[in-house]
Nanobody
């Protein structure tokens, strides 16, 4: 079974940091482009950023966020710093075949793989 599992969400104060993890099982992540997405309450899902199959780091949100991947461990992570109230939401990782997406984010294709999400709440 092809599966992605996110973890690391929780409650954090404004200005704080969180690191979300995305662990793949049942397939080799090194053949996939990885994307991180989020959905705020009452809003549509938003793309954060994506990382291509052989890249180990990329940043997003004007440098507040960073995506890492470790193909040897079949994992990816989203480091979030300087969190704001508007960063509250459910965060998802997704994997799409690199030969299909390249540097672009998975866009809901039939063979994309999505995690179940992890909830992040930024509140004082």
């Amino acid at each position: 079974q092809l599966q992605l599992v996110e973890s690391g969400g929780g409650l954090v104060q404004p200005g704080g940091s969180l690191r979300l993890s995305c662990v793949a099982s049942g397939f080799n992540l090194d053949r996939y482009t990885i994307g991180w997405f989020r959905q705020a309450p009452g809003k549509e899902r938003e793309e954060i950023s994506c990382i291509s199959s052989q890249t180990t780091y990329t940043d997003a949100k004007k440098g507040r966020f960073a995506i890492f991947r470790d193909n040897a461990k079949n994992t990816a992570s989203l480091q979030m710093n300087g969190l704001k109230l508007e960063d509250t939401g459910v965060y998802y990782c997704a994997a799409g075949l690199a030969r299909k997406y390249g540097k672009n984010c998975p866009s809901g294709g039939d063979d994309d793989i999505w995690g179940q999400g992890t909830e992040v709440t930024v509140s004082s």
